[in-house]
């Protein structure tokens, strides 16, 4: 995803949306997303996950890099990505997705990047 026009800084640049499930059912789902090499499961707290599979809107779209350019924050049991520094116009948005290596999804930020999401 790319920006249209410049973003200011801690600009909310989109709302991460979806079905609201358990880590549960999270988990179940998150096996099947893996096989294909994505993961749109994202944790609210410690008892709703968000799957942007399902319902999901244009944030779900947003990639993962170790030097994003986006940030999420969680607000009222909502997630919105928002923007960390000024992002010029058609600038990739990318926030780090923090999966602590769980997912097993190599890291393809950059070339030589060698980090496992």
């Known amino acids: 995803m790319f920006a249209a026009s410049p973003i200011s800084k801690n600009t909310r640049v989109a709302e991460y ?4 499930i358990s880590h549960a059912e999270s988990a179940r789902r998150e096996r ?7 993961i749109w499961c994202f ?3 410690n008892r709703v996950v968000i799957d942007a599979a399902v319902g999901g809107g244009i944030a779900r779209f ?6 994003p350019n986006c940030y999420a924050r969680v ?4 997630i919105w990505i928002c923007a960390a520094r000024n992002i010029r ?9 923090h999966t602590k290596a769980a997912a097993g999804i ?6 030589g990047c060698d ?3």
């Open 75 to 78: 607000v009222d049991s909502r």
């Open 89 to 97: 116009r058609g600038e990739e948005l990318t926030y780090d997705y």
């Open 17 to 20: 949306i979806g079905e609201r």
């Open 62 to 67: 947003i990639n993962h890099a170790c030097r």
């Open 43 to 45: 944790t609210v707290n």
């Open 115 to 117: 980090r496992v999401l």
């Open 106 to 111: 190599q890291c393809r930020c950059r070339p």
């Open 32 to 38: 099947r997303q893996l096989k294909a090499g994505r």
